[in-house]
C-alpha cells in the first residue's frame, strides 16, 4: 500500500484531494492539519505548522510518503494583504520546512506543489501560457512564487522530484469563502448584492473535481525539472457572468446585481489559462454553479 501526504487538507482543496485519495484503493492517506481544523478521515494526521519534529512523527505513523500534495499554505490576495508576514510564514517558510525535510528523510518522494495563477499578475491578455513571465503584484502571489523558486532549487540541487500546479478560479461543493460563497449569502439574505469591481473582469473557473485529477495528473509527471501544469480551463468567464448564474440559480434576475466600479488590490483584469495539454475539463460552469448554489441552500448556509 503507498503512502500519501496531503498538507492542508482540511481546507476546500486539500479535503477533496483527501476524499478522492481514500476513494482509490492502495492507498493510506495522511499528513498536516492547521492547527485549529479538524478532518473526518481514517488517515494519519498531525496538526500545526509544517517542521521538521511534525514531519518525522507523521512518518513514524503512517510510513514514508510516496508523493506528498503541498496544499498548506495562505488563502487569499486579501489575507495576505492584511498580514504578509503570516502569509510569508505558512506558504514560503511551510515549503522550505517540508523540502528540508524530504531531503534528508525522503528524497524519493514526489511533491505536487499547489501554486496560483497569482504569479502570473497583471498585464496579461488572453489566455496565459505557463512560459509567460510572472509579474505578480501582491504579497500572495510574490509568496507563491518564491515557494515555487524554492522547489525548482530544490529540484535541481537535490533531484527532488517536483511538480508545479498553477491553479485558477477553483469552485465547487464546500467552498465558503471568495466569490460564489459572497454572492450566495449577500443574495439569500438581502435579495440583491454589491460587488467590487466592474463585472468585466475575466476569470477562468475550473471544477474542483477537476482541479484534483488535474493534481493527480501533475503527480504522475513529477521529476527533477519542475515542470508546470496550468490549472485552468482557458475558457474566459466575466465576474458578472459567474454573478449572473448565480442569481438565476437562485431564482433571481440579474437586475439584483451592482458593481462598485472600483477594483480591488492586488486584484488583475483577467487571468485565463492556456489549458494543460492531454487534461480533461468535464464539469460544464452553469452545471457546477448550479451545483454550488444547491450545495449551498441545502448545507453551506449557516443556520439564521
Given at each position: ?35 485549529s ?70 528524497p524519493?518522494?514526489?511533491?505536487v ?54 491553479l ?60 508546470i ?51 480533461a ?6 452545471e ?17
Amino acid at each position: 500500500m503507498s503512502t500519501v501526504w496531503v498538507t492542508g487538507a482540511a481546507g476546500f482543496i486539500g479535503s477533496h484531494v483527501v476524499s478522492y485519495l481514500e476513494s482509490s484503493k492502495g492507498r493510506h492517506v495522511g499528513g498536516v492539519l492547521a492547527a485549529s481544523d479538524t478532518l473526518d478521515s481514517v488517515g494519519s494526521w498531525v496538526s500545526g505548522k509544517i517542521d521538521h519534529g511534525k514531519l518525522s512523527r507523521l512518518a513514524e505513523m503512517s510510513g514514508s510518503p510516496e508523493t506528498i500534495y503541498h496544499l498548506a499554505g495562505g488563502s487569499s490576495v486579501s489575507a495576505s494583504l492584511a498580514d504578509p508576514a503570516l502569509d510569508f510564514q505558512r506558504t514560503v517558510v511551510s515549503t522550505a520546512s517540508l523540502l528540508e525535510w524530504m531531503r534528508r528523510h525522503a528524497p524519493e518522494a514526489r511533491l505536487v506543489f499547489v501554486s496560483s495563477a497569482a504569479v502570473y499578475g497583471a498585464g496579461h491578455a488572453g489566455q496565459i501560457s505557463k512560459e509567460a513571465p510572472t509579474r505578480p503584484f501582491s504579497p500572495y502571489g510574490f509568496h507563491k512564487q518564491a515557494a515555487e523558486l524554492l522547489c525548482r532549487s530544490s529540484a535541481r540541487s537535490f533531484g527532488t522530484r517536483v511538480a508545479i500546479a498553477r491553479l485558477f478560479s477553483v469552485y465547487g461543493t464546500g467552498l465558503r469563502k471568495q466569490l460564489l460563497w459572497d454572492l450566495c449569502c449577500k443574495l439569500t439574505r438581502d435579495g440583491r448584492a454589491r460587488l467590487a469591481g466592474t463585472g468585466s473582469e475575466l476569470r477562468d473557473w475550473a471544477h474542483i473535481a477537476d482541479v484534483v485529477r488535474l493534481l493527480e495528473y501533475a503527480a504522475e509527471r513529477a521529476s527533477n525539472e519542475a515542470p508546470i501544469f496550468n490549472g485552468g480551463t482557458g475558457e474566459a468567464v466575466s465576474v458578472r457572468q459567474i454573478a449572473e448564474l448565480v442569481a438565476a440559480s437562485l431564482g433571481l434576475p440579474a437586475s439584483v446585481l451592482e458593481f462598485s466600479g472600483e477594483v480591488r488590490a492586488g486584484d488583475p483584469f483577467s487571468l485565463v489559462a492556456v489549458p494543460e495539454p492531454g487534461t480533461a475539463w468535464r464539469t460544464k460552469l452553469p452545471e457546477g454553479i448550479a451545483d454550488y448554489v444547491e450545495w449551498f441552500r441545502n448545507e453551506g448556509a449557516e443556520p439564521g
